[in-house]
Nanobody, 118 residues
Framework: QVQLAESGGGLVQAGGSLRLSCEAS????????SGWFRQAPGKDRELVTA???????SYADSVKGRFTISRDNARNTVHLQMNSLKPEDTAVYYC????????????WGQGTQVTVSS
């Protein structure tokens, strides 16, 4: 069983930066794929970025070059560094995890609000 808890959200002006963290419990987390999703009001939840156990990353086109995902397997932690933030990045951000042989993310955090003002 894996439990996830996000932190680091808040209010920032456009062009600013925020760093989100996801702390996980559970011995198997280090072997899981970890992802960050976001959901803006009235929109579907979307996958922003993901990272494998070995550090292979992927990003949505909308955040490439601005966001960076990283993980510390020894500390069961995943981070999302968000730079050059835009008002359209405003959303609730969720940390999620899945075993590498499963396509659906089955473990979710409670979410953290990120608001970017123009």
């Amino acid at each position: 069983q894996v439990q996830l808890a996000e932190s680091g959200g808040g209010l920032v002006q456009a062009g600013g930066s925020l760093r989100l963290s996801c702390e996980a419990s559970g011995r198997t987390f280090s072997s899981y794929v970890s992802g960050w999703f976001r959901q803006a009001p009235g929109k579907d939840r979307e996958l922003v970025t993901a990272i494998s156990r070995g550090g292979i990353t992927s990003y949505a086109d909308s955040v490439k070059g601005r966001f960076t995902i990283s993980r510390d397997n020894a500390r069961n932690t995943v981070h999302l560094q968000m730079n050059s933030l835009k008002p359209e990045d405003t959303a609730v951000y969720y940390c999620a995890a899945r075993p590498p042989d499963v396509t659906q993310y089955g473990y979710w955090g409670q979410g953290t609000q990120v608001t970017v003002s123009s």
